[in-house]
């Protein structure tokens, strides 16, 4: 029943903002499931394939989707993902965890103000 | 699409690609601003956003499946009841105007600084969300 919720969520939050929802699934399922963090991220990454993919056809229904889009930031985005996974074992990335925030900070006021 | 806009989209996705892996951080956070910014708008980023996402978490997935981290029961719970959800959220973001959404994206995106900001420093957890 609690996964039952978490995944209600998680559904709502994706849809609405295009993002796979595991920023709702993963504190969740730690939180009120007593997931270990290791398994939550995991088993987040499982859900969002599913959430995702309901998310595209639904959207795809009504016009909304750009395979071309999605291609053009998909592919190297994947490739850039597994540079970073490697690299982030090796360096410590507390100070641009600080500066990404900041940048992330600033981008979120920009598109409050504008 | 121009030159321009695909020189740029390659790039700046690859730069996407590199930040989330080596921050934790989800694709979609990343993909929605940057479609935006290469003109799409709020709506059709979103949903681009969505299919950009799938590959990079099925891959993670497998991994972490080997890993023997996934809990593929739960993980199915969660998506299959996450599809209600999803209609409701279409419906919404398809409903509302767009500058809505795009300041609820804001409030989104201030949320996750925050959440990252406060992860730096406890410095012991690692949350990636896609």
């Known amino acids: 029943m609690r996964l039952v919720f978490i995944g209600l969520a998680a559904g709502l939050f994706s849809a609405l903002f295009g993002v796979g929802g595991g920023i709702v699934i993963v504190p969740l399922l730690v939180a009120i499931a007593a997931f270990g963090a290791r398994e939550a991220t995991a088993t987040s990454l499982g859900a969002i394939v599913v959430t995702a993919s309901a998310g595209v056809a639904f959207y795809a229904l009504r016009g909304e989707v750009d395979p071309g889009y999605a291609a053009l930031v998909g592919v190297p985005a994947m490739a850039g993902a597994l540079i970073g996974t490697t690299a982030q074992q090796r360096i410590s990335t507390r100070a641009l965890t600080v500066l990404f925030a900041v940048l992330l900070a600033a981008v979120g006021i920009w598109l409050l103000a504008g | ?130």
């Open chain 2, 1 to 130: 699409m121009s030159t321009t806009t695909i020189i740029l989209g390659l790039c700046l996705g690859l730069v996407v690609g590199v930040m989330s892996g080596l921050l934790g951080v989800g694709g979609g956070i990343l993909f929605v601003p940057l479609l935006v910014a290469l003109g799409l708008g709020q709506v059709e980023a979103a949903a681009t956003s969505l299919l950009a996402i799938i590959p990079t978490a099925a891959v993670g997935a497998l991994r972490q499946s080997r890993y023997g981290n996934l809990r593929v029961v739960p993980a199915l719970v969660i998506g299959a009841s996450s599809i209600v959800g999803v209609e409701i959220g279409v419906r919404i973001a398809t409903s509302v105007p767009e500058h809505v959404l795009r300041r609820l994206f804001g409030v989104l995106l201030i949320a996750v600084a925050v959440q990252l900001a406060w992860r730096a420093r406890a410095s012991n957890a690692r949350y990636p969300d896609l």
